[in-house]
């Protein structure tokens, strides 16, 4: 059982906006940044969001962060195939002293 | 730019050491900025952090396996290496390396305050077999 939590699976049809949650405590997602994994099918995971919502170079602005007490979001707009991935929440947790991720959101693009 | 790649092998026997070893190109790991981490994720499972390692040889570990963790560095190489003793079924999973940027102090002392993972190696399949 992971220590952030995510919906198991959202969908949308492309174009669409999807919206994928990450819940967590004041431990972790209330006191600490939140980053974003994007993981394609075979591959290493690849940052998406780092520090609530800044977008490393290359990440295209349809991808977006954002941060609220003790939940994040991560939203995508004008959803594509290529889109279709594993997406993961990570925060510092100050009780364990070390990083905790969510268990991941299955995004299928219909 | 910096790249991190994970060499060793792909089995090991149940109640065995697993030893992994991290490649660093691009990059000095004596850089005060980042530390340097193991992470893994069981088949069709989510990722879980390991440990990271500082350039001073500072170790962070994950509670949950840090009674069977070592993480060491070689800076003359610059690799750095994973350790995981006594494994069993459980410790199958691909392993990935990765920088761990965005540092910040706990208590008073440098720690990997974050989630930032940033580049990883592709990741190695390690299979636990009995």
């Known amino acids: 059982q992971s220590v952030l939590t995510q919906s198991p699976s959202v969908s949308g049809t492309p174009g669409q906006r999807v919206t994928i949650s990450c819940s967590g405590s004041s431990s972790n997602v209330g006191d600490n940044y939140v980053y974003w994994y994007q993981q394609l099918p075979g591959t290493a995971p690849k940052l998406l969001i780092y520090r609530n919502y800044q977008r490393p170079s290359g990440v295209p602005d349809r991808f977006s962060g954002s941060k609220s007490g003790i939940s994040a979001s991560l939203a995508i707009s004008g959803l594509r195939s290529e889109d279709e991935a594993e997406y993961y929440c990570?925060?510092?947790?100050?009780?364990?002293?070390?990083?905790?991720f969510g268990g991941g959101t299955k995004l299928t693009v219909l | 730019q910096v790249q991190v790649q994970e060499s060793g092998p792909g089995l090991v026997k149940s109640s065995e050491t697993l030893s992994l070893t991290c490649t660093v190109s691009?990059?000095?790991?004596?850089?005060?900025?980042?530390?340097w981490a193991w992470l893994r994720q069981p088949p069709g499972k989510g990722l879980e952090w390991i440990g990271s390692i500082y350039y001073t040889g500072s170790t962070f570990y994950n509670p949950s396996l840090k009674s069977r963790v070592t993480i060491s560095t070689d800076m003359s190489k610059n690799q750095f290496s994973l350790s995981l003793t006594s494994v069993t079924a459980a410790d199958t999973a691909v392993y990935h390396c990765a920088r761990h940027s965005d540092s910040g102090y706990c208590n008073g002392s440098r720690c990997p305050r974050s989630g930032w993972f940033d580049p990883w190696g592709q990741g190695t399949l390690v299979t636990v077999s009995s």
């Open positions: 990570v925060a510092w947790d100050d009780n364990l002293s070390g990083p905790v």
């Open positions: 691009g990059d000095s790991m004596n850089s005060r900025i980042y530390f």
